[in-house]
C-alpha cells in the first residue's frame, strides 16, 4: 500500500502536469497548480508515514522511500523531521510541544488570517522560509565550511537540489524543461505553503481542551475535492492518529468508524469541513496577530 501511494502522488502530479501540455489554457493551468500543490503536501504527508515506520515494512525502503521519493522533492528531511515530530506527539499541545507556536496565536482576525493566505498563494511564505533556512546556517559564527554543508544537508537542501535537478533534467529531456519552474517550483511556493497551513490550522488551533486528547487534535471531514486538493491521504483523520501511532494513514478511516461505533463521537473534537474550521481560528475581533507570516508551516 505504501509503494501504490508514492506512486499514486507521483503519478497524479504527472497527469496534472500532462493536463495542461495537451490543453493549455488559463483553467488547466490553474488546476494544474491546485492539484499538484495538493500532491506535494501528501508526498510531505506521506514522509510522515515514513517517520512512523509506516510506510513500508523493511526499515530500509521505509527511509529511502520516505527521504528521497517524498521528502527531498518537497524540501524537507525525514531524519531531521522525526525526532521534532515525535516531541510533538510526546507533548501535544502542552508547554512542550513544538508545534504549538503554530496553533496558540488563534483565533485571530480575518484581516490576519487574509494576509496569511494572501503571504502564502503569492510564495512569500515559501521563500522567505527558504531565506531564513539558509541565512541562519550562514550567518552562525564559528562554523567551517564543512559543518556549514553538513548543516544544509541536514535541512533537506542538498537532498532537495538534488532531487530536484533530476526532475528538470528529466523534463528537459522531453522538450519540457518549462515543466519544472511553472508547474514544480510555482506551485510548491504557492499552493503547497496554503494548504500547509490550512491543515496545520484544523489539526490543533482552537481546540476545546488542551489536556483531553479526544479533544486537543481535531478531526476534520473532507469531501472528494477537498482530499484532492488540500487532504490528501486521510490526512484529515489526525485525531485518530495521535491516538494511535502505529496505525498507516490508510488505515485511519476505519479507526474512526471504531471510534462512533463505540459511542465516543460527542467527546471527540470533529468538524464538517476546512471552512468551518477557518471561520473558528478567524474569530478574534479586531486586527491582532498579523505575524509575518510563520516560518513553520510545512510541518506536518
Known amino acids: 500500500m505504501g509503494a501504490y501511494l508514492v506512486l499514486h502522488a507521483w503519478a497524479l502530479i504527472a497527469l496534472a502536469m500532462g493536463l495542461f501540455v495537451w490543453l493549455p489554457n488559463p483553467l488547466t493551468f490553474l488546476v494544474a497548480v491546485m ?8 508526498l510531505a504527508i506521506l514522509m510522515h508515514d515514513a517517520a512512523h515506520g509506516l510506510l513500508f ?20 528531511d525525514l531524519h531531521l523531521y522525526r525526532p521534532y515530530h515525535l516531541k510533538h506527539h510526546r507533548h501535544t499541545q502542552q508547554a512542550d510541544d513544538p508545534d504549538l507556536v503554530l496553533s496558540a496565536p488563534f483565533p485571530i482576525s480575518r484581516q490576519s488570517l487574509r494576509r496569511k493566505i494572501w503571504r502564502d498563494i503569492t510564495g512569500n511564505t515559501g521563500l522567505t522560509r527558504r531565506k531564513q533556512q539558509i541565512m541562519a546556517i550562514w550567518r552562525e559564527a564559528g562554523l567551517s565550511w564543512a559543518e556549514r554543508w553538513l548543516r544544509l544537508k541536514q535541512g533537506g537542501l542538498v537532498g532537495f537540489v538534488i532531487t ?17 519552474p511553472a508547474l514544480w517550483l510555482l506551485p510548491l511556493l504557492t499552493w503547497y505553503q496554503l494548504v500547509s497551513r490550512i491543515r496545520n490550522i484544523a489539526e490543533h488551533a482552537v481546540v476545546p481542551d488542551n489536556d483531553d ?27 485518530e492518529h495521535h491516538l494511535l501511532l502505529s496505525l498507516p494513514c490508510w488505515k485511519l478511516p476505519a479507526a474512526h468508524r471504531v471510534l462512533i461505533a463505540k459511542g465516543l463521537r460527542e467527546q471527540m473534537e470533529l468538524r ?22 510563520g516560518a513553520k508551516v510545512q510541518y506536518i
Open 35 to 42: 492539484v499538484i500543490g495538493g500532491r506535494q503536501l501528501g
Open 57 to 76: 515494512k523493511t526499515r530500509r525502503l521505509n527511509e529511502f522511500a520516505g527521504q528521497w521519493l517524498c521528502a527531498f522533492p518537497v524540501g524537507t
Open 164 to 180: 530536484n535537478a533530476l526532475m528538470w533534467m528529466a523534463m528537459s529531456a522531453v522538450g519540457l524543461w518549462w515543466l519544472y
Open 213 to 239: 486528547p479526544l479533544r486537543n487534535t481535531r478531526t476534520t471531514y473532507a469531501n472528494p475535492l477537498a482530499r484532492l486538493l488540500l487532504a490528501p491521504y486521510w490526512v484529515n483523520y489526525h485525531l
Open 272 to 293: 464538517g469541513g476546512y471552512l468551518e474550521v477557518l471561520r473558528m481560528a478567524a474569530s478574534a475581533v479586531g486586527d491582532a496577530g498579523g505575524g509575518s507570516g
